[in-house]
C-alpha cells in the first residue's frame, strides 16, 4: 500500500504556500494541509519527507506564493516542496525590493504557463522581467 501511495499522483485545484515569520504552511487542495516550525531544521526535513510519502508527482491549475521573505532558506525550501510540481498559473505578492534576479530566476525555472505578479515595487527594471520567459501579469498594489 505504502509504495502504491508514494507512485501515485496528486490532482488538486490549487496549492497554496505561505510564510509568516518562522511559519510555513503547505496546502495541497482542501484536505491536505502541512505546517512547519522554519527553524527547526527537523520539522522542515519531516515535512520534506511527508511530501515524498504522500505523492511523486503534483499537478494543480494554480500555485499560490505569499512569503513575506525571499531568503535563501525558504527558496531552498520552496523549490523543494514544488520539485515535480506541475501548476499551470502562480500568482505572487513580490514586497518592494523583492524583485530581483533570484527572484525573476526562480520563477523562470518553475512548471507553470501564466505568472501574476502583485507587488508594491514603485519601478521595476523591465530587462529583469524579460529574463522571465512566460507570460507575467503585473498587479500594482497601491
Request: aromatic share 8%; hydrophobic share 40%; glycine share 2%.
Amino acid at each position: 500500500m505504502y509504495s502504491a501511495v508514494t507512485r501515485s499522483d496528486l490532482h488538486v485545484d490549487n496549492i497554496v504556500i505561505e510564510k509568516d515569520a518562522d511559519k510555513l504552511m503547505v496546502k495541497y487542495g482542501d484536505d491536505l494541509i502541512l505546517n512547519v516550525n522554519l527553524k527547526n531544521d527537523e520539522e522542515v526535513e519531516k515535512l520534506l519527507d511527508v511530501k515524498a510519502m504522500l505523492f511523486r508527482r503534483a499537478f494543480a491549475s494554480r500555485l499560490i506564493l505569499s512569503l513575506d521573505s525571499f531568503d535563501d532558506n525558504t527558496l531552498n525550501i520552496v523549490k523543494s516542496l514544488l520539485e515535480r510540481c506541475k501548476v499551470n498559473s502562480l500568482d505572487y505578492c513580490a514586497f518592494s525590493g523583492e524583485i530581483d534576479e533570484r527572484l525573476c530566476l526562480f520563477l523562470s525555472n518553475l512548471e507553470t504557463t501564466h505568472i501574476t505578479l502583485f507587488t508594491d515595487e514603485p519601478s521595476i527594471d523591465p530587462n529583469l522581467l524579460l529574463t522571465i520567459s512566460r507570460p507575467i501579469h503585473i498587479y500594482y498594489l497601491v
